[in-house]
């Protein structure tokens, strides 16, 4: 299983950023997906899950309204546009699945600030 991020960046307060995990080792249709992020100091968190179709999401309330996640299976790819980025937005974004364990990408660095 590899899972590699990509998209993350500076940018200002009430800008937008979009994430992008591509996937490889598994059958990435067959598998929820998730966004966690990590700020420094802080416990990992979930940020948002998709099902394996795409046909259901789920949002933490801290990005709900500000967040989408999404995914192409036939590009093996998962997405999470980020729009309205507030400096707590901060953090490591990683890509997860769960498939008889928790695999994790490397993470993608996003930094809010002016």
């Known amino acids: 299983v590899q899972l590699v991020e990509s998209g993350g960046g500076l940018v200002q307060p009430g800008g937008s950023l979009r994430l992008s995990c591509v996937a490889s080792?598994?059958?990435?249709?067959?598998?929820?997906m998730s966004w966690y992020r990590q700020a420094p100091g802080k416990e990992r968190e979930l940020v948002a899950t998709?099902?394996?179709?795409?046909?259901?999401?789920n949002y933490a309330d801290f990005v709900k309204g500000r967040f989408t996640i999404s995914r192409d299976n036939t590009k093996n790819t998962m997405y999470l546009q980020m729009n309205s980025l507030k400096p707590e937005d901060t953090a490591v974004y990683y890509c997860?699945?769960?498939?008889?364990?928790?695999?994790w990408g490397q993470g993608t660095q996003v930094t809010v600030s002016s």
């Open positions: 997860n699945v769960v498939r008889l364990r928790a695999y």
């Open positions: 998709i099902t394996s179709a795409g046909g259901s999401t």
């Open positions: 080792g598994f059958t990435f249709s067959r598998y929820h």
